[in-house]
T-cell receptor, first 112, second 108 residues
């Protein structure tokens, strides 16, 4: 089973709202990732969790706040977003180190 | 300089054709490489992993040349369903570096 699930599939939020994106994997992977993808661009790395610890934060604005409650779950808390934050948010997981990543279906976020 | 560079295309090829994509990477410490395909408005899906010199899976062949720091993907006997964007990815430790993607359209 190489499944990564994400909820919700679609999210529309205002600039003053607070919402969370959720990601889950049951493959025993120890690295999990958040990516942001704009149309016709490759995924852009936001955060990496390795063994439930934040190991990489790619200078993401503080209005995005990641959380890794356990080895299977990854959340992305959103607060006071801007319209330019509208994008597809992808979660991925991989075994440690240099093995392949598996992506979830993404959450398509629209900020109004 | 970008970590991974790909020709964005687009590549428009007839059904049954053979098409090759190339990708170069700048970090000689990169340990493993991947090709993903991404359909419009969908997530990237793993197509092939390349850990040593190459890999073959049916109509798809990936080659790695560490000396020249490039990876290639060959698709033989193209099908309409192969139309997608193909992303080249290099891994260094916990970091994955994506190319910009190559767009392929297979024409009937």
């Amino acid at each position: 089973d190489t499944e990564v699930t994400q909820t919700p599939k679609h999210l529309v939020m205002g600039m003053t709202n607070k919402k969370s994106l959720k990601c889950e994997q049951h493959m025993g992977h120890r690295a999990m990732y958040w990516y942001k993808q704009k149309a016709k661009k490759p995924p852009e790395l936001m955060f990496v969790y390795s063994y439930e610890k934040l190991s990489i934060n790619e200078s993401v604005p503080s209005r995005f706040s990641p959380e890794c409650p356990n080895s299977s779950l990854l959340n992305l808390h959103l607060h006071a977003l801007q319209p330019e934050d509208s994008a597809l948010y992808l979660c991925a997981s991989s075994p440690p180190s240099f093995y392949e990543q598996y992506f979830g279906p993404g959450t398509r976020l629209t900020v109004t | 300089r970008k970590e991974v560079e790909q020709d964005p295309g687009p590549f428009n090829v007839p059904e049954g054709a053979t098409v090759a994509f190339n990708c170069t990477y700048s970090n000689s410490a990169s340990q493993s490489f991947f090709w993903y395909r991404q359909d419009c408005r969908k997530e990237p899906k793993l197509l092939m992993s390349v850990y040593s010199s190459g890999n073959e899976d049916g109509r798809f062949t990936a080659q790695l040349n560490r000396a020249s720091q490039y990876i290639s993907l060959l698709i033989r006997d193209s099908k309409l369903s192969d139309s997608a964007t193909y992303l080249c990815v290099a891994n260094t430790g916990n970091q994955f570096y994506f190319g910009t993607g190559t767009s392929l359209t297979v024409i009937p």
